[in-house]
């Protein structure tokens, strides 16, 4: 169990003397001074009572102010809260004409449950010992926290996300080979468990009761396994599921990674019996509309990679960005700028008995940061550290209001995990791209945390210097090249390479309504965007300069030469660093990923003939399934009947086609076409294709149309 601290303060003093007749000659009759303190706790729990007493020499009458309209008297005073929150309460104590009063400030908790409630993260630290994943290395490291040091690193499987602690087993969720590795606590391995290929496991959750793991698979499965790496049961939960977060009484609630036009969902799964699991519901946190300003935008909640439950596992809060996919002069009639184009942002839900879904609660903004990508209560829930991706920083917030408190800066390259010692005085934060876990002494937040430590998390670098640069320029809004006000990265829209899965209104950049395009599996090549309006990684300084606000990579001079100043003019590469590296990052992004579907040799065969019949081939052609190219200095494109108003035009000018995009990696690139107005591949071959401008489909029966589908989401 963890240690937690309620505090017994004696407040400070206030003597009022102006009643007081003038001091004289001391005679050993004479009443003391009249002072007072206040002793009492300063987290009383909501609806527990909770008593403070007076304290003060000789005698006196007490009277007390405990908020919400109440007064006591008497040396001691007793109340019970409904509400959580801060509270100021006060005592005035009175002897013939003298006074003297007292305040003592408290803030309002529920009670933690027993056992605490659970979350998957990518770092979990637990007494004299911490575990962080290393993705890019394949690696776990292990880490003692007094003294801060790296013990060991451990291999696991291909691009490991999240790791559990339970009793002394270890549980390592590995995405890119579909594994689970079980470990001892000290990194010992003991057992695999081999997932479907494809099916991707992000997260991984322990049972706060013990006994086992959750794991959530992006084929959209949460998995029960015990603590021998055997699977309990199974329960489908939707697309993509990723955070999770588990109270004491079993209930779990996992998050939809990527969100829709709609808004972002959460799932409810009663999980009481680890071996019978049953889905309770999910949860739409509708998109918000109306809030653009300088402090605020509409959008939905995108990228809800973590789960934040509090001590008491009735609340759970979702560190995300707000992305503004409402807002663009197509849409509204109002163009996007670089400060309603998204924020970090945090939603919340309220949680029950495992049989009660998820309920949408609250949401919350915050001002010049990008992305809220992990967070972590206080022990007691008074307060929550949440860290912010791009802007490298940690916000300190009420636990309750979630208005800021306090906050640490430059926290190190994309921090996407916190943890807390049981004690609640010392912060870890995971730098992903800085290689390390940074130590902070947070047990005083009227002052700036200072860093105490920095443990390295593996001992090379598993990524070439200019990948590892070009990386972070990806991740990094706090660079004022990148971004004006450190709300935007390529990040926000590409977290880890992939898309976002929305439509934005690009109209005002002389586009129209577009689809964001993963940049997994295309190595950076050219063409690029939909319309084919680059030609080179280096003219993303053109949606630097002007999207995101940022002053750009390279100088004025040299943007601005030779016509550079155009995407699709002089070549950019060569003269910024920072580009180039960009460019060798995304460059390195050149496999789309095993496909979780299987089509068998006779399906295969059916559906690729429907294919070549269908005419598919004659722009999906080649291993990637394109054509796409410049041919004689111009891109190949083509209208296969999908433009419409919203399509907007092609660089300002008329927009008479499209590039072809790969059909590489469809099962991971919905919603379709370059609008976002598919939801599904059958939607893009019948309900959007009626003239079979886009492949001869409409006279396909059922079983045609079932074995092309199968064919092309297993590519």
């Known amino acids: ?26 005679t050993p009759d004479a009443a003391p001074p009249l002072r007072v303190v206040i002793e009492g706790p300063t987290h009383p729990f909501a609806r527990e009572r909770a008593c403070f007493r007076a304290r003060y020499a000789g005698e006196g009458e007490a009277r007390w102010t405990l908020g919400d309209g109440v007064t006591a008297e008497g040396d001691e005073a007793c109340h019970a809260w409904d509400h959580v929150g801060a509270r ?15 305040t003592h400030a408290v803030t309002v908790v529920f009670r933690p449950s027993d056992p605490r409630p659970t979350r998957s993260s990518p770092i979990h630290v637990e007494g004299d010992r911490g575990w962080v994943v290393s993705p890019d290395a394949d690696r776990v490291a292990v880490f003692s926290v007094e003294p801060p040091a790296l013990e060991r690193e451990v291999e696991v499987g291909d691009r490991p996300r999240a790791l559990a602690v339970s009793g002394d087993v270890l549980a390592v969720a590995c995405q890119g080979d579909a594994t689970l590795h079980l470990l001892s606590r000290e990194g010992d391995a003991r057992r695999v468990l ?24 992006r084929v959209g499965f949460v998995v029960s396994v015990d603590l021998e790496g055997r699977e309990r049961d199974r329960i489908a939960v939707g697309p993509e599921p990723r955070g999770m977060a588990m109270n004491r009484e079993g209930t779990l609630v996992t998050s939809r990674w990527r969100s829709t036009l709609e808004g972002a969902r959460v799932t409810t799964v009663d999980a009481s019996d680890p071996a019978a699991l049953s889905l309770t519901g999910e949860t739409l946190l509708p998109r918000q509309e109306g809030l653009d300003s300088d402090t605020d935008n509409s959008g939905v909640l995108s990228f809800l990679d973590a789960l934040v439950p509090t001590p008491d596992g009735g609340r759970v809060v979702i560190p995300s960005l707000k992305a503004n996919v409402v807002t663009g002069r197509f849409r509204t009639g109002e163009d996007l700028t670089s400060q309603t184009t998204a924020r970090a942002a945090l939603g919340e839900v309220l949680i ?84 390390s876990v940074r130590v902070y002494d947070v047990s005083d937040l009227s002052r700036e945390p200072a860093l105490s430590a920095e443990i390295p998390t593996t001992a090379a670098e598993p990524l070439a210097p200019d990948v590892l640069e070009g990386k972070r320029v990806f991740y990094r809004s706090r660079d004022p090249r990148m971004s004006r006000t450190r709300y935007l990265s390529c990040a926000s829209c590409h977290l880890d390479g992939e898309s976002d899965g929305l439509s934005w209104d690009f109209t005002q950049r002389g586009e129209g309504v577009r689809d964001t395009i993963s940049l997994r599996g295309r190595a950076g090549a050219a063409p690029l965007h939909w319309s084919a309006n680059f030609d080179e990684v280096q003219d993303f300084e053109h949606d630097i300069r002007d999207g995101q606000g940022g002053a750009g990579f390279l100088s004025d001079d040299d943007f601005h030469a ?83 108003e919203a399509s907007g035009q092609r660089m300002g000018g008329p927009l008479v086609g499209l590039d072809t995009p790969s059909l590489r990696g469809l099962w991971r690139s919905a919603p379709y076409l370059h609008d976002g107005s598919a939801a599904t591949l059958r939607d893009v071959l019948v309900d959007r294709n009626p003239d079979d401008r886009h492949g001869v489909t409409q006279g396909l029966d059922e079983p045609a149309l079932r074995d092309l589908e199968v064919y092309l989401l297993s590519r």
Do not use: N
């Open 1 to 26: 169990m963890r240690r937690v601290r309620r505090v017994l303060i004696v407040s400070a003093a206030v003597m009022i003397a102006a009643c007081d007749p003038a001091p004289g000659p001391a």
């Open 88 to 102: 100021v309460i006060g005592v005035t104590v009175t002897r013939g004409a003298a006074r003297a009063e007292a």
């Open 194 to 217: 081999d997932f479907e290929a494809g099916s991707e496991p992000w997260s991984v959750l322990a049972d706060p009761r013990g006994g086992g793991f959750f794991v959530a698979l």
């Open 352 to 435: 029950g008995a495992p049989s009660e879904p998820a309920r949408d609660s609250f949401r919350h903004s915050f001002d010049d940061l990008d992305r809220a990508s992990a967070g972590v209560f206080s022990p007691l829930g008074d307060r929550l550290y949440l860290a912010m991706q791009g802007a490298q920083t940690v916000v300190v917030a009420d636990g309750f209001d979630f208005f800021t408190v306090s906050s640490i800066d430059d926290v190190g390259e994309a921090p996407q995990g916190l943890a807390l010692s049981d004690d609640g005085d010392t912060l870890f934060v995971h730098a992903f791209l800085s290689r």
């Open 562 to 644: 030779d016509g550079r100043d155009a995407p699709l003019g002089a070549p950019k590469a060569g003269l910024s660093r920072e580009l180039d590296a960009l460019a060798s990052y995304v460059r390195s992004l050149g496999e789309y990923g095993e496909s979780p579907h299987r089509a068998d040799a006779a399906t295969a065969s059916r559906g690729e003939a429907v294919f070549r019949a269908a005419g598919c081939d004659g722009c999906h052609a080649g291993p990637d399934f394109t054509d796409s190219a410049f041919v004689d200095g111009a891109p190949v494109l083509h209208d296969v009947g999908t433009l419409g």
